[in-house]
Antibody, heavy 122, light 107 residues
Framework: EVQLVESGGVVVHPGGSLRLSCAASGFTFNDYTIHWVRQAPGKGLEWVSFISWDGVSTFYADSVKGRFTISRDNSKNSLYLQMNNVRTDDTALYYC???????????????WGKGTAVTVSS | DIQMTQSPSSLSASVGDRVTITCRASQSVSSYLNWYQQKPGKAPNLLIYAASSLQSGVPSRFSGSGSGTDFTLTITSLQPEDFATYYCQQSFSTSITFGQGTRLEIK
């Protein structure tokens, strides 16, 4: 079974740091781009970041650029999100999401974890 | 960034109805448009990718169409389990964006 399991969500003060992790199983992890997508309480979906299969290319939403760093360890089938200088508007459920595999070159998010909750509060 | 605008933001419908949700991009995204369904307390689920390709395991009453800037998600013969929130998402740009969501409620 293809599975993504996030962890590391905590309550943290504004300006603090934390690292989220995502453990992948059931597929060849190092073949796929992986994303972080977040959802603030009662709000819609917001893409945060993605990393290419080899970790060479990374992209970020403007809202987190310069504060968050995405990384992966293919030897451990794991994805990470280092979150620094967090703000109250970073409060959200953070999902780890696998990219789909389409021979025509289309990109889509086909497997989602259950999410890990981050609360930024003083 | 490419802005994605869904309409309506919410709608009420009955079991058996045909429903259409639209998604408009602020610039062309070709066919790099995906649709997701999210039920309360659950992660989103991919329904349609590449504007019109049905994800494996998704019922055939779901369909997608469009290209460029205008897209639609159609659900024929609504079932009780279809009442949820639906999101479009563009993957044309490396700065990925979602629509604000359309909440489909039971009338």
């Amino acid at each position: 079974e293809v599975q993504l399991v996030e962890s590391g969500g905590v309550v943290v003060h504004p300006g603090g740091s934390l690292r989220l992790s995502c453990a992948a199983s059931g597929f060849t992890f190092n073949d796929y781009t992986i994303h972080w997508v977040r959802q603030a309480p009662g709000k819609g979906l917001e893409w945060v970041s993605f990393i290419s299969w080899d970790g060479v290319s990374t992209f970020y939403a403007d809202s987190v650029k310069g504060r968050f760093t995405i990384s992966r360890d293919n030897s451990k089938n794991s994805l990470y999100l280092q979150m620094n200088n967090v703000r109250t508007d970073d409060t959200a459920l953070y999902y780890c999401v696998k990219d789909g595999d389409d021979s025509r070159g289309y990109y889509y998010m086909d497997v989602w974890g259950k999410g890990t909750a981050v609360t930024v509060s003083s | 960034d490419i802005q994605m605008t869904q309409s309506p933001s919410s709608l009420s419908a009955s079991v058996g109805d045909r429903v259409t949700i639209t998604c408009r991009a602020s610039q062309s995204v070709s066919s790099y448009l995906n649709w997701y369904q999210q039920k309360p307390g659950k992660a989103p689920n991919l329904l349609i990718y590449a504007a019109s390709s049905l994800q494996s395991g998704v019922p055939s009453r779901f369909s997608g169409s469009g290209s460029g800037t205008d897209f639609t998600l159609t659900i024929t013969s609504l079932q009780p389990e279809d009442f949820a929130t639906y999101y479009c998402q563009q993957s044309f740009s490396t700065s990925i964006t979602f629509g604000q969501g359309t909440r489909l409620e039971i009338k």
